[in-house]
């Protein structure tokens, strides 16, 4: 079940999306008092709410006549604390704008805005200003028209996230765009619209190729492409040649065009984004001539450390699209394992020119949802393009925040890193940076069913471990805290990161480190016994595995004794009740136990037993026995029919 509701407003819907469909909500509201459009620069009550009881894809498409851009949306998890806008330049009419927006998650947000140019709200270039916002608000900028139809561009905005009242930072997101440009024409422009990811999942890696033309799969247009960097002396390489740091725009991004595949790399962290040419675009400016149908789109590209081995995207043909691909840059190892829609014909494939074991992959898709797995991680856009018209987006990528990384170990785990816990197993966190941390706080008081639930500092925690990494040093660190869960969930563990290079909020870093935690296995065995001692007593595992692989039995016997075979047979020499223990474990540490108890009856000695008759007695027979230790009676029984018990021997 999925609801969408304009914040703010009286506005909304609720859709039952089955399992592996696609619902296409109604349009949002765009007149009377509710509106969801940003028309104005400033602060307003328009942001849209999503939400699933199980996880979704959602993608935003905004059409109108000759007009279409769409974006993938990502989950609040992702959400980051700095952004820098990545914008196209800006060409068209007097009322058409560069622009980007913040949207915040949480209450009392405040946010830290630096304009790269002036805006239409009457900001200056390059003076920052603060603003707070609370779930569900936007704040809009604008960039201002700087003569006849030529806007202000805003590549190089940035936005922070800085402490609010309350000492917090809070992460938020961030979308830029264009309400109308046109690349390399003054007409012939479209609308464009994508969430930004922020500075903490970009990469150093990215590979790239070009879209193909409406009319064929194999045939590519110019495109154009824009390198951000958050510091200027950032080295940024082009197929191996570093890009002239000469050429660097507003000590912010480089542009180039392309018509073959790149592969772009650099020291520091970049966003790269590919830009689709105007119809009729002039040659010149594009790199190349344009053919067929389309307009402008900006699409933000994944770095191959953000790459995915399954993706789920939707296209379309709305307003007018007539032509749908999607682009996938594979590892040629895996080429025979991609499978789009089931299926491993594509209509184009070639080697990627600039890195050697990379494929390309075009296909024509269709209006609709499509599935693409791999056995290996791999990277795509999908576009469509008709008349004076496209749209694209990003069709997959993870989100990582590339700074860090964190994992936990299960108590008595034998697997180096676990990828889940159970109910009541402990853990310990393991954390990897690329700065040096002077503390780190375990905030286990915002969750539920969490032991212990105490916030804790740890300051200067030791490094247990470094290692190099494209260039890069990351640190290791073992926190020596065990946390449990006393049920089963997806849980978001809030952690601070504390460092004086972290250059945001405070030099503090919140992350959520993600612990999955699933039911544990169950332990039981059966008894197999005559009752009585000096006989085999069979005990064999018959636990509920819930999917582990159980790799370890341990048995507690009652008798001082131990057994790890998964049935073991024992034999007990005396009798009495036995508490029986098994314990199983899985190789990541999950385990279960359960005890039963049994009883036995002594098995005593052979009675020696004697006879004589009786001179005195007709027909009598004495029969005479030592003692056996233990026995509290004996039961006498002769062949014809007489039986008689007696307390001792006689």
Wanted: proline share 6%.
């Amino acid at each position: 079940t999925v609801r969408v509701t304009m914040v703010g407003s009286p506005f909304v819907q609720t859709y039952n999306v089955p399992a592996n469909s696609v619902v296409t909500t109604t349009p949002l509201p765009k007149a009377g008092l509710i509106d969801a459009r940003l028309l104005i620069e400033g602060l307003q009550n328009k942001g849209i709410l999503i939400t699933s009881d199980v996880p979704i894809v959602v993608y935003a498409h905004c059409y109108g006549s000759a007009s279409s851009g769409a974006t993938m949306l990502l989950p609040t998890s992702s959400y980051g604390y700095e952004y820098y806008s990545l914008n196209t330049s800006q060409v068209y009419a007097s009322d058409c704008f560069s622009w980007f927006y913040v949207v915040a998650n949480e209450n009392n947000t405040r946010v830290e805005i630096t304009p790269s140019a002036a805006t239409r709200g009457g900001r200056n270039a390059n003076v920052p200003f603060q603003v707070t916002l609370n779930r569900g608000q936007i704040f809009q900028v604008l960039g201002a028209i700087q003569s006849g139809s030529t806007g202000f561009d805003l590549t190089g905005s940035r936005v922070r996230s800085v402490p609010n009242s309350a000492g917090e930072c809070k992460p938020f997101a961030m979308f830029s765009g264009s309400s109308r440009t046109a690349i390399c024409n003054t007409t012939n422009g479209d609308y464009m619209i994508q969430q930004v990811f922020p500075y903490t999942a970009w990469g150093r890696r990215y590979l790239t190729f070009n879209t193909a033309t409406s009319t064929s799969a194999s045939q590519f247009n110019p495109n154009t492409f824009r390198v951000m960097v958050r510091d200027a002396n950032t080295v940024v390489r082009r197929n191996g040649v570093i890009i002239p740091p000469s050429s660097l725009i507003a000590n912010r991004y480089y542009q180039f065009t392309a018509t073959t595949g790149q592969y772009i790399t650099a020291d520091k962290p970049i966003l790269v984004s590919q830009i689709l040419p105007s119809t009729s675009g002039t040659a010149a400016c594009a790199g190349g001539s344009i053919v067929g149908n389309g307009d402008p789109e900006m699409i933000y590209l994944s770095p191959l450390e953000q790459a995915i081995d399954r993706i789920g995207f939707f296209n379309t043909s709305l307003q007018a699209i007539t032509r749908n691909y999607v682009n996938i840059i594979v590892p040629t190892a895996g080429l025979s394992s991609l499978l789009i829609d089931g299926s491993n014909t594509f209509n184009h494939s070639f080697p990627h020119p600039a890195l050697a074991g990379y494929t390309c992959v075009v296909k024509i898709t269709t209006p609709g949802q499509h599935i693409v797995t791999c056995d290996s991680a791999f990277t795509s856009i999908t576009y469509g393009l008709g008349s004076v018209e496209s749209y694209g987006y990003n069709a997959g990528t993870l989100i990582k925040d590339l700074s860090f990384t964190s994992s936990f170990n299960n108590q008595n785990s034998s697997l180096s890193v676990d990828s889940s816990t159970c109910i009541g197993i402990p853990f310990r966190f393991r954390l990897t940076t690329s700065y040096r941390l002077t503390g780190i706080r375990f905030k286990p008081s915002l969750i539920n069913n969490v032991t212990p639930s105490t916030d804790t500092l740890v300051s200067n925690p030791p490094i247990v471990d470094s290692i190099e990494v494209d260039g890069v040093m990351f640190y290791r660190y073992s926190l020596p805290i065990s946390y449990s869960f006393s049920q089963i969930g997806s849980y978001q563990f809030p952690i601070d990161l504390i460092s004086p290079l972290i250059e945001n909020c405070n030099n503090l870093q919140t992350i959520r480190a993600r612990v999955i935690v699933t039911d544990r296995p169950y332990s039981n065995f059966s008894i197999n016994t005559t009752g009585c001692t000096n006989s085999p007593v069979q005990f064999t595992a018959t636990p509920n595995t819930n999917g582990f692989n159980i790799n370890s039995y341990n048995w507690n016997l009652g008798n001082a004794t131990t057994s790890t075979q998964q049935n073991p047979t024992v034999n007990y020499t005396a009798g009495g009740t036995y508490n029986v223990n098994l314990r199983i474990a899985a190789p990541n540490g999950c385990m279960g136990d359960t005890t039963r108890s049994f009883t036995l009856a002594t098995i005593l000695a052979p009675v020696n037993v004697v006879w004589d008759s009786i001179a005195s007695g007709v027909n009598t027979v004495r029969f005479s026995w030592q003692a056996v230790a233990g026995a509290v009676s004996y039961q006498v029984s002769t062949d014809n029919g007489v039986t008689f018990t007696t307390p001792s021997s006689g």
